[in-house]
């Protein structure tokens, strides 16, 4: 069975500093990769995805990840947060063969300090 | 152009009722999905429509089930309802079934039961 393991439940940084938020999958099939942000008392957003191809996926609002097949790893980055990047941030994984559904990760919170 | 709207946005019911909650998808998205998520947990995946078809199914009892309608609306329908189903229910749509397809969430209806 797939699972999704986010390691860091909370992650406080500055303004402005880097950030990785990391991710861990389990699978032993080809598997589609999503990074998803929710904003308090809003639904889901998607921030970016890995279907195939390129490893480094590049996302919305200045977000990347990279898809480490060997680390079964496709941790997040952002160069610079801001204040606006607090939110909930889910990791998740979908069976190639069977697409159906979204695994997610349990979610790392994002504390962003002044 | 309307996203994924779900009604009602907040619920309070009582142990071993019944609750309906609705979900519109975005203009010619034909599949839905719904998953539940708990207070600090990543959503969990309940069920998939597509075409008014039931195309995938989470490990959630049989007190759970949803339906599609011809306009592409969904209905999910919990029965007998215990404490533990007090959660953030999402509705998810895309163009098509899979996965590939990105998802786009809705709100989410809040669901307490006392």
């Known amino acids: 069975a797939q699972s999704v393991t986010q390691l860091d439940s909370q992650v406080p940084v500055f303004e402005e500093a880097p950030v990785e938020l990391r991710c861990n999958y389990s699978s032993s099939v080809s598997v589609y990769l999503f990074w998803y942000v929710q904003y308090p008392n809003q639904g889901l957003q998607l921030l970016l995805k890995y279907l195939s191809g390129s490893t480094l996926v590049k996302g919305i609002n200045g977000f990347e990840a990279e898809f480490n097949k060997s680390q079964t790893s496709f941790h997040l980055r952002k160069p610079s947060v801001h204040i606006s990047d607090t939110a909930e941030y889910f990791c998740?994984?979908?069976?190639?063969?069977?697409?159906?559904?979204?695994?997610f990760g349990k979610g790392t919170r994002l504390h962003i300090l002044p | 152009d309307a996203g994924v709207t779900q009604s009602p946005t907040h619920l309070i019911k009582t142990r071993g009722q019944h609750v309906t909650l609705r979900c519109s998808p975005i203009?010619?998205?034909?599949?839905v999905s719904w998953y539940q998520q708990v207070l600090g947990q990543g959503p969990q995946f309940i069920f998939q429509y597509y075409e008014k078809e039931e195309r995938g199914r989470g490990n959630f009892p049989d007190r759970f089930s949803a339906r599609q309608f011809p306009n592409y609306s969904s209905e999910l329908n919990v029965n007998a309802l215990l404490l533990g189903d007090s959660a953030l229910y999402l509705c998810a749509s895309s163009l098509q079934g899979s996965t590939y397809n990105e998802q786009f969430f809705g709100p989410g209806t809040r669901l307490t039961v006392l």
């Open positions: 998740a994984v979908s069976d190639k063969s069977r697409d159906d559904k979204i695994i």
């Open positions: 203009s010619g998205h034909k599949s």
